[in-house]
């Protein structure tokens, strides 16, 4: 493990690691096949500056406004010792009357250090895992820790409500609408991964504890405007799924060191800083580096990752590029350049291509038909 | 005319005071006041010279400025109508946040302040004035302890006895309506609720704020109203109260308990603006 380290360390520089949130944790999911960002993330490389180094920055974060309103629904909801949320708890989910109690976890006796919140969410969370009388029913920003490839990284969900059928419930504060009971699909699937990550950290925590991963429930409560109103309406989110998928990636964070062994000794993606912290290496040497680590582009990339337009540039001419669907369909065939010479019969296909290249031919040939032979 | 000079010099020692104390917004807000205070008087100076009865009654020249929105004041004197004692503040904030506070008598937030201060009395507190105001308390309780007839505080958490995170409360509550358990967000919510309610029933026609105000209410108490347009106030009252004896005798006994720590423990200042936990050891600790 110590070899790890120092490799890691090696290949960031001399610069502590970033830490993660559920945002970035989440990020990991969606493209499990791609080495350059599984070593960058597990090495704690600050991509958006490794990027915007190397002339491909991306347009990322999230905008202000969309921040501002975020805040602005999750105090609305949680008001008023979270009137409105209990209502919607009650409602729809069956929370007793008298389970209303509610435990302010933002700040520990005016402080806001992580340490100290953390301490305290774990001592309130064990009190009320370990207690069945007056234990608590509302934890407002608990402060609960995850271990990402070796590290711990601090998380914060919008609330976790207990003894709803007597398990923990996370409950998730979105300000993205529910129109007619429909919501923006990429959303939903954003905010299930997030709270996916949230409960895998209670989990973890409960388990240092001694309790039994099903304290917890896979079942989270999302919370978000309903309709055209800032009423808000709240569902029940299976992300059992969406575990899944983070146990494996984040066991396979752990296991970096056979991905990391594949890569030439001297490989470092050091911006080589000075000590007023301005970057010394040559830009070309470090994307050289940069391309020895295979990727693994999707359009999908640009929503997750800030090397999406270095990756994209490197991606292009190649059926990757075009999608999923795309190259999926098209097997074997890599490059646009060569699908092109199998559609118009220049090239002859290899046997792996055969497929592919019928497919190709019989596509060629109706877009002559439609196009007429000026096409 | 002897009041109009008291109040003047009143007038003028209020501005001095904000000015020293740094206070911009209300400086000019009190000198808007003080230059009508003088123009009143210029007035009342030219009915005594043309020996006309002149009738000053402080009581008449203040009433209108109570119901009067803010920043109409100053066109009012642009047009040259200086017969109406002209707006500035309405009242000073901090007499607006305990009047809303009075009404509640419960700790509440500024948001919640605000809006019962728009249902019931003169109009909306602007929320951002509101964030400053603990803090200018406390210094001033510190600079001078108890020279005012009340102190806007804190309510304080029961646990740890610091102060809950944006809650104003009034320091001549008793101690154990100032500390909030784990139960008393809701206690204080419901409670909030029957006294709107029954401030509703008071006034005579209340306005869409104060509608909006009781809805806000309603809505989330079960069985308090079917919508927004049929709610009766005291179907309201009844149904908080419901649900207040479910939580009551578990919250009052957290409180008192509380409180009596409190009151034992913490210092004058402490017991009003709550103590903050000192940290000591905190280099080691955080990287554990």
Known sequence: ?375 | MESLERRLGMLRAEVRRAAASRDAARVRALRAELRNAERDWDDALARLEDKQPAAEDPAMSQAPLRTRPEGSGAAVVAAGAATIPAAGPLLPLREQVHQALTLLDVPAAPKLLSAVNEAFFAGLIPSARLTSLRRDEERSFRSAPFARPYYLCAALTAELLAPARGLLAVSTWPMDRRVIGPLSPRVNYLSAAIRVAESFLRIRSPGPAAQRLLWRFAANIPGAADGARNMDPATVARAAQAELQVHADDDRAARTAAAGRARRQLDDAGQLFGSRLRLTGQAGAGRA
Not at chain 1, 60 to 80: L, P, W
Not at chain 1, 309 to 325: I, K, P, S, V
Not at chain 1, 333 to 351: E, I, K, R
């Open chain 1, 1 to 375: 493990m110590h070899d790890i380290d120092a490799r890691l360390g090696r290949i960031r520089g001399d610069v502590p690691p970033q830490a993660h949130n559920a945002r970035t944790i989440a990020a990991l999911t969606s493209n499990p096949g791609c080495a350059r960002r599984a070593i960058m993330d597990a090495a704690g490389i600050d991509k958006p500056r490794l990027a915007s180094y190397i002339g491909f920055p991306a347009p990322f974060g999230q905008s202000q406004f969309a921040i501002t309103r975020g805040n602005a629904f999750e105090a609305q909801v949680k008001a008023n010792g979270c009137a409105e949320l209990l209502r919607l708890l009650r409602e729809q989910l069956g929370l007793p009357i008298p389970e209303v109690s509610y435990d302010d976890l933002e700040e520990v006796g005016g402080h806001r250090s992580q340490h100290l919140r953390h301490a305290r969410t774990r001592s309130l969370l064990t009190r009320a895992a370990g207690a069945g009388g007056d234990a608590g029913t509302l934890f407002d920003h608990p402060l609960l820790r995850l271990d990402v490839g070796g590290r711990p990284v601090y998380l914060e969900p919008d609330l976790i409500a207990f003894r709803l059928g007597g398990r923990f419930h996370v409950v998730e504060i979105k300000s993205f609408a529910v129109i007619d009971g429909q919501a923006d699909g990429d959303k939903v699937a954003a905010a299930a991964i997030q709270s996916a990550v949230y409960v895998l950290a209670m989990r973890q925590l409960l388990a240092e504890l001694g309790t039994g991963p099903e304290a917890v429930a896979r079942e989270v409560v999302l919370v978000c405007p309903e309709n055209f109103s800032n009423r808000p309406v709240a569902t029940l989110l299976d992300v059992r799924q969406q575990l899944t998928v983070l146990g494996r990636q984040l066991s396979r964070l752990d296991r970096i060191e056979s991905l990391v062994g594949l890569q030439p000794p001297g490989l470092t993606f050091d911006l080589e800083l000075d000590q007023a912290g301005v970057p010394h290496r040559p830009a070309a040497e470090l994307a050289d580096d940069v391309r020895t680590v295979p990727a693994r582009y999707a359009p999908e990339c640009l929503a997750s990752c800030e090397m999406c337009f270095f990756c994209r540039d490197e991606a292009r001419g190649q059926t990757a590029a075009l999608g999923r669907a795309a190259a999926d369909e098209l097997g074997a065939v890599h490059s646009v350049q060569m699908a092109l010479g199998l559609a118009d019969g220049t090239l002859t296909p290899a046997d792996d291509q055969a497929e592919a290249a019928a497919l190709l031919r019989e596509a060629a040939r109706l877009r002559r038909e439609c196009l007429g032979e000026t096409a």
